[in-house]
């Protein structure tokens, strides 16, 4: 194992329930009901798809970008405001764990470079992560492999020795189509996702450890 990638939400953070509640309320201000079905539909990906749909859907006025910028900086300014934010249990005792054992470790997420930044300033995890890739960063996000593999590139790894850690049905497509080995995490009791491709599938991160993680590759 060369390498482990973490996705972030739903992942690190349990953002879903604060995301969905914040996505549903804007979309409202803005004249139109985002469905729950749509919400799922979109899980993983990055906010300009998310948002080329809704525009297509919903014949929306504005452009994509300022909708994307719009959004972004809303929620980022809620999150920072949020005195409960938190780690989801065991996250960061696993963070810990590989990064004292020396392993090599990505945050490699399709929500963007502002949100990343503050979520690991919360949590006081900046450097823990020797490379943060967003969707921002290349031109096709989740379920495609571009934000993993441009992760393992910058990290000079091979994709095929690396791990990654996902909650969501197009995170783990991308991990597949990567080369990676996938762990699903199941652990959050509203996550719908089918995790059935992932290689490993826990419902607590006291469930995997360096060694259960090593041992994807024997």
């Not at 469905?35 to 899980?43: A, G, H, P, Q």
């Not at 090599?104 to 992560?129: D, G, H, W, Y």
Request: hydrophobic share 40%; glycine share 6%; with cysteine.
């Amino acid at each position: 194992m060369d390498a482990v990638l973490f996705d972030m939400d739903g992942t690190l953070l349990d953002s879903e329930p604060l995301s969905d509640i914040f996505l549903i309320k804007f979309c409202r201000e803005i004249g139109f009901e985002l469905t729950e079905n749509i919400l799922d539909k979109f899980r993983g990906s990055d906010g300009r798809t998310f948002w080329t749909y809704l525009s297509r859907e919903f014949n929306l006025s504005l452009s994509i970008e300022e909708y994307v910028l719009r959004a972004t900086s809303d929620f980022v300014e809620e999150l920072k405001n949020n005195s409960n934010l938190a780690p989801i249990e065991g996250v960061k005792e696993l963070i810990d764990e590989l990064f004292d054992l020396g392993v090599p470790l990505a945050l490699a997420s399709s929500a963007s470079r502002i949100r990343i930044n503050t979520v690991l300033e919360c949590f006081n995890m900046q450097n823990k992560f020797s490379v943060k890739i967003s969707g921002q960063d290349v031109e096709r996000g989740k379920p495609e492999p571009d934000i993993l593999l441009l992760a393992s590139e910058r990290m000079n790894v091979n994709p095929n020795k690396c791990v990654v850690i996902e909650d969501s049905e197009n995170g783990i497509k991308a991990a597949k189509k990567a080369g990676m080995k996938c762990v699903g995490f199941a652990g959050l009791k509203h996550n719908k996702q089918n995790l059935s491709s992932a290689d490993l599938i826990v419902s607590a991160y006291s469930d995997v450890n360096f060694y259960r993680l090593q041992q994807l590759f024997n």
